[in-house]
């Protein structure tokens, strides 16, 4: 045992062994010594945690093979940039400002020459020909004068497409071929100062126009199916021409949108 091994080392250096052994040598350094010191191990160190993963890129929101255009009026530029991908970038005409808007940023039209001109192109040429739908946001300035109308979004100059009306209503218009006009106008006061969001569509093969305001159905007007659409030649869809306040977030659907789209 360890008590029956005792060494003992002398003033002169001799180790005297149990078995009566004398052995002479030198004290050891100080060096040695802390050689002899067996240091606790040290902790091994957690490993560290694996940093967090990349959040999933959010899968792009699947665009309406019928949205011909949309024009999301949040520039202050000179061209009105379609969102839709189809490459219907409109011209800014007279600059009319940057305004907040209903989503986003909008354009403030002055209801005497300032407009968007949507360009020429077979998509929006003929759109009105079969089922389509118009759709903006609108925030009147003013009324139009007596037994006048702002143009938000048509072609002119019957007009086809959607109007504020005089009495502070809204309106849309569809031609035929024969030059009949089928207005689905509404009836509702809708005061100046703040924004509605207003759609047109016409339905050609069941025969209707329809107008909705701030997503409500406020008048529906019938016409003979498959009746052929007035042939407007060369003639461009305008945004906000006449119009005296601010449009946003201007859309045009080669179909007839349901009711709850």
Sequence with gaps: SFEKTLIALTDGGQIILPTGEVFIAHPPSDAEIKT?????EEPEEPPAPPPPAAPEPSAPEPRDPSLVGHWKLDESARTA???SGNDNTGVVVNDPPSVPGKVGGALAFNGVDRCIE??????????QNGGYTLACWF??????PANGAYSLLAKSPLPEGLTYRSD????MDHWLADKASVRAAGSND??????????????RAEGTVRLYVDGKLEAAVPFTPGTS???????SWKI???ADGAVDDVRIYSRALSASE
């Design 36 to 40: 002899w010191i067996r240091k606790p």
């Design 81 to 83: 940039f379609a969102a």
């Design 118 to 127: 949507l360009p020429k192109s077979p998509m929006l040429d003929g759109v």
């Design 139 to 144: 925030k009147p300035r003013s009324a139009p």
């Design 168 to 171: 502070r209503t809204f309106a």
């Design 190 to 203: 809708h005061a100046p100062d703040a924004f509605y969001h207003v759609a047109g569509v016409v339905n």
């Design 229 to 235: 659409a007035y042939a407007f030649g060369a003639e």
């Design 240 to 242: 906000g021409l006449t």
